[in-house]
């Protein structure tokens, strides 16, 4: 079976520009998540949808950022503009709710994106 | 202060060694916690969880959480040098499926052949 699958896998752009990541979740999933991952503050989560509608926006850290999720096999974090500060491994997770057992997330290989 | 603290290492040890590795949290309505295992350039990937208090063991890996002391631990008896990645630790206040995750900075363990 396919995994998560996150694209492009690395991105470098200069301050200013727009950057859009993108995934695809594991067919089947009804959850998806989108994490930030950083040395200095580790693993956070950005955003998740259920059923493709957003449920915690919290993690979002400013206006800059926004996420979309039209249908259920695609998701994009959108960046504009960019800056230095939003140098990171962004990741894409998902996971499905069905049944009463917990079912783990899964995470893509991450994005490595690079502000200039 | 963050929600989860975890000693960031580096941690190196002989093959063949116990690890432990620990995190402290907060936030005294976690209920689910976990440790995730990820390798370098890829994505987490869920170890195994605990739900509330108590241990839990999956081969060479034991799980421990004791909610009174807000202290979990996760140790690797028989440490192979496959084992040598970075742990998180992770939280949840319930369904960890689809629900928010907290997790901690990550500890980078090498295993010396």
């Known amino acids: 079976d396919a995994g998560v699958i996150q694209s492009p896998r690395h991105e470098v752009t200069e301050m200013g520009q727009e950057v859009t990541l993108r995934c695809k979740p594991i067919?089947?999933?009804?959850?998806l998540f989108w994490y930030r991952q950083t040395m200095m503050r580790g693993l956070e989560l950005l955003i998740y949808?259920?059923?493709?509608?957003?449920?915690?926006d919290s993690g979002m850290p400013e206006d800059r950022f926004s996420a979309k999720m039209p249908n259920a096999s695609f998701s994009t974090l959108k960046i504009q503009p960019s800056e230095p500060r939003d140098s990171a491994v962004y990741f894409c997770?998902?996971?499905?709710?069905?049944?009463?057992?917990?079912?783990?997330?899964?995470f893509g290989d991450g994005t490595r994106l690079s502000i200039l | 202060q963050k929600e989860v603290e975890q000693d960031p290492g580096p941690l190196s040890v002989p093959e063949g060694a116990i690890v432990s590795l620990n995190c402290t949290y907060s936030?005294?309505?976690?209920?689910?916690f976990m440790w995730y295992r990820q390798y370098s350039r890829k994505g987490p990937e869920l170890l195994m969880y605990?739900?509330?208090?108590g241990n839990k063991e999956d081969g060479r890996f034991t799980a421990q959480v004791d909610k009174s002391s807000k202290y979990i631990s996760l140790f690797i008896r028989d440490s192979q040098p496959s084992d040598s990645a970075t742990y998180l630790c992770?939280?949840?206040?319930?369904?960890?499926?689809?629900?928010?995750?907290?997790f901690g900075t990550g500890t980078r363990l090498t295993i010396i052949p």
């Open positions: 949808f259920n059923n493709n509608v957003p449920i915690d």
């Open positions: 936030n005294s309505a976690f209920q689910y």
């Open positions: 992770a939280m949840s206040l319930s369904n960890f499926g689809n629900e928010k995750l907290t």
């Open positions: 997770a998902s996971s499905s709710d069905g049944g009463a057992s917990n079912q783990p997330q899964h």
């Open positions: 605990t739900y509330s208090s």
């Open positions: 067919s089947g999933h009804n959850s």
